[in-house]
């Protein structure tokens, strides 16, 4: 049996996969799904069942790995590899799976963003948590003229301290060897894929502060491109999972996000994160002289989300006064 590729039936991107298994793939086979990948954005691949050990060995065929086979999971992981207890919502870690419920693409906080990521389903819960993706691709093909030139030559800097503090109003502690690290990297708004000369938005729930625009005019453009994106179902996909499932994705064209769910339930994914290529990803190293930029943009913003964070939960007018 061969491989089946078939597209999403009324979508602009994606595709389901079937009559092969990714552990132990030919060269052939690899170079059959790449190429179905870089055209379609992401791959489905229902029915795998991947070991953690697949699951590293079938990312490292992209390129070198963020992390392999890590749980993106709700509950603790025991010593025998088995899932338990649920994390309470205050956690920490809650808190920051509730902030992957808006729209984003992975790793764009780093110095290098994410070429690609894949999530393998283990256990899911019988209602809400799956995951959505959209086409940043036909996104920036169907915009107008005007919207094209005016962002053309515009970068956002891009922060998980920002996303958090904006999307719900947390503010982890600082540190250098976490996601939360003090750095802002700067990217541009329109992307031109590195290996499909294609044309694509490049922003999502991490980008703020575009150098040249006033604060509030950032965030409205910043907001109505990601809304841009996902007005037009198309251009949007929502899977449910099914245990055993993969999906695999580009971020380089395509941003996700998480489905809420009733949290008190287990859900368990196991995440393989590629890293991108340093000659197209790279924003810059925290050494750089231009790190410093985007250090003190992110210090100023958080300091007005602090504001407006308290006037929210206590009814001031600071807000307002930095507006």
């Known amino acids: 049996m061969g491989i089946n590729v ?159 503090a904006n999307d719900v109003g947390d503010f982890p502690p600082q540190n250098p060897q976490g996601i939360y690290h003090g750095e802002a990297y700067l990217r541009p708004l329109v992307k031109v894929h590195p290996e499909t000369g294609v044309k694509n938005l490049f922003v999502g729930r991490h980008a703020f502060g575009i150098p040249g625009l006033a604060r509030e005019d950032s965030r409205a453009l910043l907001t109505s491109l990601v809304s841009f994106v996902v007005s037009d179902e198309t251009r949007v996909y929502s899977h449910r999972w099914q245990e055993g499932d993969t999906l695999l994705w580009d971020n380089r064209a395509v941003m996700h996000r998480a489905v809420p769910y009733d949290y008190s339930k287990p859900r368990v994914l196991i995440g393989t994160r590629v890293a991108g290529d340093p000659a197209s990803e790279l924003a810059y190293y925290p050494s750089d002289p231009a790190a410093e930029a985007g250090r003190e943009a992110l210090r100023m913003e958080l300091a007005l989300l602090r504001d407006e964070t308290a006037d929210r939960r206590y009814g001031g007018t600071t807000a307002s006064a930095h507006a």
Not at 83 to 105: C, D, L, P, Y
Not at 146 to 160: C, F, G, M, Q, V
């Open 6 to 164: 078939t597209p999403i039936e009324g979508k602009a991107f994606g595709a389901v996969v079937t009559g092969i298994r990714l552990g132990g793939l030919s060269d052939e086979a690899f170079a059959s799904i790449k190429t179905a990948f870089l055209k379609h954005g992401f791959l489905l691949f229902p029915g795998q069942y991947l070991t953690a050990e697949e699951n590293i060995a079938f990312g490292e065929r992209f390129g070198e790995l963020e992390f392999g086979a890590n749980p993106m999971s709700n509950s603790r992981r025991n010593d025998d590899g088995t899932f338990g207890k649920v994390f309470g919502i205050e956690s920490q870690v809650m808190r920051t799976n509730v902030g992957n419920e808006a729209w984003h693409t992975d790793s764009t906080y780093k110095p290098i963003s994410s070429k690609c990521a894949m999530l393998s389903a283990v256990t899911v819960p019988d209602e809400g948590g799956g995951t959505e993706l959209a086409d940043l691709r036909s996104a920036y093909a169907a915009l107008d003229a005007e919207t094209k030139d005016r962002i053309a030559d515009l970068s956002a800097y891009h922060s998980t301290q920002f996303s958090q």
